[in-house]
């Protein structure tokens, strides 16, 4: 890594060598200017001292050879003025003293015969000096000298001597402070080298999480498709056995009530069948709801006899809902469903008997996540033997059942949380073992007006229409059956197997009435595409289009096409094709 | 300036006596180096310097085992006794004692003008050369004459005459 502070710390790593070499340096430097200090001061000493013994031996000369020592103790008494002089004589040249004088505690030597270089003798300095003259040395000066005391020399070059201390301490304190700082510098890039690697690690994890995640939500959807297929089809074999048995029974009476009885339970068979379909499809939000704004009061009172019809005598209903229940756009026939498949798990929960309570009130300003907005709670609650902890969890999974396997397909509850996602909103279950469950709806509030509910068509004899009808519709069987019901109802039916096909039909033969086409087909086009054509070329001419797929159903609502839901019975296509028929709009 | 003592003579007058010609007699040749002589006064840079007693000698052979090896600026010092001294005796320091032949100041005159330091002593008179030994508190002493002295061409050292008891200065010279 080139980054400043790595460059920085590689630059702060010298810094201690040079400042010990800067600080050796000065301390070097500090002792040579003291030794130079002492030496110049030295020379310079001697120097001075030198020229006074010279001028003295210059002048007391005449003295010392003439004997005169009065006078050359005259000459030397000069020099008393000068205190650092403490002691001088003159010698004759014989080596005797002449004359001379000396402070307390110092001492001339008795005989000088000659002269000597300068002598520093501790703190003191002696310079002998030849007296000349004409040639000839005619005596010798002796002056000792007092040098300044060392202590007073060494407290001003301590002065200097203080300096350069204290300038060492600096570079020590800064040098330190480099390898703290170096220190803290490579602490902190470790960090964040530990730190970079732990959030690489984890992001590994959280990758390798997610791939054992994706693992696990194949596996369960793999496990619910072999539970779908083990339930589904046990649940059909039955109907088809009750269809099939039904119609044989028929082939063999001719007594018109046995044969409307075994026609009413190969009808329940069907219905069952198809309610079957419809709870798989909403699971898979396959089904296209049918949404109307509701009253919940007034639709789950509805369903009183239905709910006691599913229950068993010894199981109580009650309800509770709030007055003033905020009115929600769901399906009402999914709702229904939903509450009912609820309804019948409390009932398996309380195989002794017990009481569901059916509660409704209003849930304002509800703010979780996707949740938001004002809310109705719809909540059942049973006194069973309630679920544990890790159950709870999985009672929405599809199929996920603890009946025995006949007694269910583990779709009920599936059903609930698809129909309350699919209404946008949720649902929540509240377990405790040996207390009982509670599950709660929670439906979006709607402010559009309560939609009058359409009550099922009943029994009645289907409306008979005319016209030439073009039927397209890829299955073989399917079409065999539309067209007898056609028929049936009077109009008359053309089958084309495909879209391009009824093109061509459609352009050939003599005008047509109304287009009843599947939606998914093979081919390039589609029943959308193909109605879509039929718009364009032909603007009069009605279409309705059919499928089973939620998708496709939803492609046809929002492109305004007529749409009947697979499978329908006779009385709905009749309707269907009916309002197509008087419709304004492909009418003008 | 003017006390003059001679630390040799620490002792009575008896002793003094007994000791005042040898200092004398190394006096006159210390005296050399104190007194510059006039070029001419030397045939060569090594020609002997003398040192002459004329007529009366107190010091016999004293002063040749003094002089005997000196120098002086690189002229070996040398002894003559003369009865008398003229201009061209060749003498540089002469100690002039006097005699019958010529007294001490016809010896004085004699030289006069010629480059010689004379020397006189009181015990032998009155008359004064450019040196002139007195005894005083015992000790050997010396006045100077510069004026004689100049008159001769000998110049001599202030350090010579600040030995002096009593120096006699040539007109505008030195104090």
Aim: hydrophobic share 45%; glycine share 10%.
């Amino acid at each position: 890594m080139a980054d400043p502070a790595a460059r920085l710390s590689r630059s702060w790593r010298f810094v201690p060598l040079v400042v010990l070499a800067a600080a050796a340096l000065l301390l070097l430097s500090g002792v040579l200017a003291g030794l130079y200090g002492e030496r110049l001061y030295r020379a310079q000493k001697a120097r001075e001292v030198g020229v006074q013994a010279e001028i003295l031996a210059v002048t007391v000369s005449a003295a010392v050879v003439f004997d005169d020592a009065a006078t050359a103790q005259e000459y030397i008494g000069a020099l008393r003025a000068n205190p650092e002089i403490e002691a001088a004589g003159v010698y004759d040249a014989t080596g005797a003293l002449v004359a001379g004088y000396h402070r307390a505690g110092a001492a001339l030597p008795p005989r000088l015969p000659t002269a000597t270089p300068p002598v520093f003798q501790g703190e003191n300095l002696v310079i002998t000096k030849p007296m000349i003259e004409a040639g000839s040395v005619v005596g010798t000066v002796h002056v000792r000298s007092v040098l300044e005391p060392l202590s007073r020399r060494f407290s001003r070059y301590g002065v200097t001597a203080l300096l350069g201390a204290m300038g060492i301490l600096l570079l020590g304190v800064l040098a330190t402070a480099g390898a703290v700082l170096r220190r803290a510098n490579n602490e902190l890039r470790q960090r964040a080298r530990a730190l970079s690697a732990a959030n690489d690690a984890l992001r590994v994890q959280i990758e390798e999480r997610e791939k054992a995640e994706e693992a696990l939500r194949q596996s369960q959807k793999m496990e619910a498709i072999g539970q779908l297929t083990g339930g589904v089809a046990h649940d059909f074999n039955n109907l088809l056995m009750v269809a099939s048995s039904g119609l044989d029974l028929m082939d063999r009476t001719k007594d018109a009530a046995r044969r409307q009885m075994l026609k009413d339970s190969i009808r329940q068979a069907i219905d069952r069948g198809a309610s079957l379909t419809r709870q798989l499809l909403a699971f898979s939000r396959r089904t296209a709801l049918k949404p109307a704004v509701v009253d919940l009061a007034t639709q789950v009172e509805g369903m009183r006899v239905l709910l006691d019809r599913s229950l068993r005598e010894d199981i109580q209903v009650q309800f509770k809902f709030a007055p003033d229940l905020w009115p929600v756009e769901v399906d009402p026939h999914q709702m229904e469903l939903a509450l009912l498949n609820i309804a019948v798990n409390a009932r398996d929960a309380m195989p002794t008997g017990g009481l569901i309570v059916i509660a409704g009130q209003n849930a304002p300003n509800i703010d979780e996540g996707e949740l938001s907005g004002d809310f109705v709670r719809i909540a059942v609650t049973d006194t069973g033997g309630g679920m544990a902890p890790e159950m709870v969890t999985r009672v929405f999974e599809p199929f996920f059942t603890t009946k025995e396997r006949g007694q269910g397909t583990g779709l009920g509850l599936s059903q609930v949380y698809g129909f309350s996602r699919a209404s946008g909103g949720d649902v929540r279950i509240d377990s405790e073992l040996d207390k009982g469950t509670t599950v709660t709806l929670l439906l979006p509030r709607s402010t559009k007006a309560l939609t009058s509910l359409e009550p099922d068509a009943p029994e009645k004899e289907p409306e008979r229409g005319q016209g030439r009808v073009l039927l397209v519709e890829d299955d073989d069987g399917v079409a065999s059956v539309v067209g007898e019901m056609l028929r049936e109802l009077g109009y008359e039916p053309v089958r084309a197997a495909s879209a391009a096909e009824a093109l061509v039909v459609l352009d050939q033969q003599r005008p047509f009435d109304l287009v009843f086409s599947d939606m998914v087909m093979p081919g390039q086009m589609d029943g959308i595409g193909l109605a879509r054509e039929i718009r364009r070329q032909r603007p009069g001419l009605p279409v309705v289009l059919t499928t089973g797929f939620s998708e496709a159903a939803a492609a046809a609502n929002q492109d305004g096409l007529r749409l009947l839901v697979k499978p329908y019975r006779i009385e709905q296509l009749a309707a269907q094709l009916q309002a197509a028929m008087n419709d304004p709009r492909a009418a003008g | 300036m003017l006390a003059f003592t001679l630390a040799m003579m620490a002792g009575g007058p008896a002793r003094a006596a007994s000791l005042e010609y040898p200092v004398k007699a190394a006096f006159l040749y210390k005296f050399a180096p104190f007194v510059e002589w006039p070029p001419r006064a030397f045939e060569s840079g090594v020609s002997p310097l003398a040192v002459c007693v004329i007529g009366h000698d107190p010091f016999g052979a004293t002063l040749d085992s003094a002089v005997a090896g000196k120098q002086v600026s690189g002229h070996a010092l040398v002894v003559r006794r003369l009865e008398t001294i003229s201009a061209g005796s060749g003498c540089h320091i002469a100690y002039i004692g006097g005699s019958k032949a010529q007294s001490v100041a016809d010896g004085l005159a004699a030289v006069q003008g010629s480059p010689t330091l004379t020397v006189t002593d009181q015990s032998m008179g009155s008359p004064r050369g450019a040196i002139h030994f007195v005894i005083k508190d015992n000790r050997v002493r010396f006045h100077i004459d510069e004026v004689t002295a100049v008159h001769n061409g000998v110049s001599i050292s202030s350090k010579l005459m600040r030995l002096a008891l009593s120096v006699r200065l040539r007109k505008g010279g030195r104090a």
